[in-house]
């Protein structure tokens, strides 16, 4: 019996995390969020209004306070935190506005940890995984360079990469093309569309520049926590 | 080793390239730690083993007094113990001192499994020799006994326990008091008691214990002559007992007193101040190697928490990827572990190399006639308990803070670096 693709890769239903404290924060409120398999969405937003905090409820790297997230049909409230890093590691690929590659690394080195980590395969099939998905972004002859021997672009599409190897379902991307020139913040969109169109992944991407959000699939703005604008899911 | 595994020590020996000389000098800590440690504990349990082989090894075991442990109650005290009226005045008894009859306490202790017995009576004689007179010591053996519980008969550098049977009165110096008298090998000297009884000896021996106050002072003759001289006819003083079981020689001297009433003393008993001495000294050095131990662990705490701080992006990029907590904490405990064994690989060679040193090194004792050598054990207890100090500590000096990294929360970083 064939297992039922998730028409919805990620739900989230009146989600709020407030942070404690004398005066607590709310810097996500009552957020209902359905996104469909191999959807682009772009999250934007002014600084503040809870796009990023989102996005790491929606990655398991934080807790919300109330309200549920389903991924892929998995209820995450049920899972303890050794369960969420083996969820991200699996299904889930992260890239954030800063590369955060490891230094001492080389770029084939970097997309071989998640590989490495998750196991299941040879050291050979890795390598050749880890070299398609560097050959797919364009970046194969810069295999053996170190992350301080890269441009910006270069390094955001490595920890993009990085990201893909383990071949995740969902890519969550926090402001990917924040420290980049316009030509490489286009380049960078492009990947992420191509991912999505092409290879039926869901990306969900944060940005402040509403003209790369304009070519995802989807905007979804917040404001102070709350989702005030949703340009619904595609036709497609 | 699994991927992840060899992932994890991969990542680990890559932060410590990264700080080469202060991973260095945590490992040269342990380093010192242990070899310190090591020599130590060798010398320690090596002046304690030869001191037991010199002093406690060339004399009995157990030694069997001409006394008793608590003074023998009067008769009217043990038949009217709580009486009312109390006698004053009650003079004791006049006995002549010493274990008299000896032949069947002997033979009883013969009995008991293990045990080698002798019988010896030493009294204050002078010798006189050529004009030169020596007050000494003088022991009354029986030689076939006490060549099974001294060393008497080894360390004797001419003649041997037989040659005492090989004429009318033989008698054996110590090395120092032949030199004192000027006498050797043949001399006949003048024995002469406190009471008067004075006697021809022939030397037909010498001793070198290689202890100076021993054999300055000590001359040996067969029993029975010096019971005639000592006019103590069939009494001893001592008897001294040898074990096939050196440790046990305090139950042993339980049983014996139990058995035979006389005030019986075990080595330990009888050198109960040295041991002492010997535990505090342990003490000392043991809490000193141990504070080297302690520090050189804080030298690790400093650079794996230092590396923890440093690395807080990669913990957290690690996190978001989907690393475990404890494969973070792995990371870096290993990094302590591997500080901590290393650091007891070369340990273990610098101790190894110091208890050469020292082993080498000749010192002269006042006490001892030779110069010896440092005494130094070489015992793989030595090495194992620094090597598990080290790394245990090495390894809680690596946990505390591969657990707070491990904690960290990638989103309060990764907002940090945003």
């Not at chain 1, 991912?195 to 402040?208: D, G, K, N, Q, W």
């Not at chain 1, 340009?231 to 497609?236: E, H």
């Not at chain 2, 029993?223 to 001289?229: D, I, S």
Request: hydrophobic share 45%; proline share 5%.
């Amino acid at each position: 019996m064939p297992v039922p693709v998730p028409v919805r890769a990620i739900v989230a239903e009146k989600v709020s995390r407030v942070l404690p404290g004398a005066v607590a924060t709310t810097l996500v409120e009552g957020v209902d969020l359905a996104i469909g398999g191999g959807e682009f969405v772009a999250i934007t937003g002014p600084s503040g209004s809870g796009k990023s905090s989102l996005l790491y409820l929606l990655g398991l790297l934080d807790r919300p306070t109330s309200g549920r997230i389903v991924l892929q049909g998995q209820d995450t409230a049920a899972l303890d935190r050794d369960q969420a890093a083996a969820f991200r590691l699996a299904r889930l690929g992260f890239v954030f506005q800063f590369h955060f590659l490891l230094p001492e690394f080389t770029v084939a080195e970097n997309v071989l940890i998640p590989l490495r980590r998750l196991g299941g395969r040879t050291r050979a099939e890795m390598r050749e995984r880890a070299e398609g998905i560097l050959a797919s972004l364009g970046i194969a002859a810069l295999r053996h360079r170190r992350p301080d021997q890269l441009s910006g672009g270069e390094r955001q599409r490595a920890a993009i990469a990085r990201a893909l190897a383990n071949d995740p379902p969902i890519l969550l991307a926090d402001e990917p093309t924040g420290n980049l020139d316009s030509r490489n913040a286009d380049l960078v969109f492009a990947v992420l569309a191509r991912l999505a169109r092409e290879e039926h992944r869901t990306v969900v991407a944060v940005t402040h520049d509403l003209a790369l959000a304009a070519r995802a699939d989807r905007r979804v703005a917040l404001m102070d926590g709350r989702i005030v604008e949703d340009s619904g899911a595609p036709s497609r | 080793m699994s991927y992840p595994l060899r992932l994890i020590v991969g990542i680990a020996l890559t932060h410590i390239r990264g700080r080469t000389r202060q991973t260095a000098l945590s490992v040269i800590g342990v380093t010192t730690g242990v070899g310190f440690a090591i020599a130590m504990a060798a010398l320690m349990e090596g002046s304690q083993s030869d001191f037991i082989s010199r002093i406690i090894d060339a004399t009995p075991h157990v030694v069997i007094k001409d006394e008793f442990r608590n003074p023998p109650l009067q008769p009217v005290q043990r038949e009217f113990a709580d009486a009312a009226v109390a006698l004053r005045g009650v003079k004791p008894k006049d006995e002549l001192r010493g274990i008299r009859n000896p032949g069947p306490k002997l033979a009883a202790l013969d009995a008991m499994p293990g045990i080698a017995a002798a019988p010896i009576l030493r009294g204050q004689v002078v010798l006189r020799y050529g004009g030169k007179e020596v007050a000494a010591s003088l022991i009354g053996i029986e030689p076939k006994r006490e060549r099974a519980v001294s060393q008497v008969e080894t360390d004797m550098t001419a003649g041997s326990f037989d040659d005492l049977f090989g004429t009318a009165n033989g008698i054996i110096l110590g090395h120092g008091l032949a030199r004192k008298l000027a006498a050797e090998v043949g001399s006949t000297l003048s024995v002469t008691s406190p009471n008067g009884v004075m006697l021809k000896a022939k030397v037909v021996g010498l001793v070198d214990s290689g202890i100076v106050s021993l054999d300055e002072g000590t001359s040996y003759a067969l029993l029975k002559k010096v019971q005639v001289l000592l006019e103590r006819p069939n009494i001893v003083n001592e008897i001294r007992v040898r074990l096939a079981d050196v440790t046990q020689a305090r139950d042993v001297a339980g049983r014996i007193e139990t058995r035979i009433g006389y005030r019986s003393e075990s080595w330990q008993e009888a050198n109960q101040g040295v041991l002492e001495v010997f535990a505090i000294r342990n003490i000392i050095i043991y809490t000193v190697v141990g504070g080297i131990l302690v520090v050189a662990a804080f030298g690790i705490f400093n650079i794996v928490s230092t590396i923890t701080f440093e690395k807080a992006h990669d913990i957290a990029i690690l996190k978001s990827l989907g690393f475990r907590e404890s494969d973070i904490r792995t990371v870096f405990l290993f990094e302590g572990l591997l500080m901590g064994g290393v650091g007891t690989l070369l340990g273990w060679a610098v101790g190894y190399g110091l208890c050469r040193l020292l082993g080498s090194i000749q010192i002269q004792v006042r006490a001892f006639s030779e110069a010896a050598a440092l005494p130094v054990i070489y015992e793989p207890a030595h090495y194992l308990i620094a090597g598990a100090a080290a790394i245990s500590a090495a390894a809680i000096a690596g946990y505390l803070p591969a657990r707070r990294a491990a904690r960290l929360n990638p989103v309060d970083i990764i907002r940090g670096a945003a």
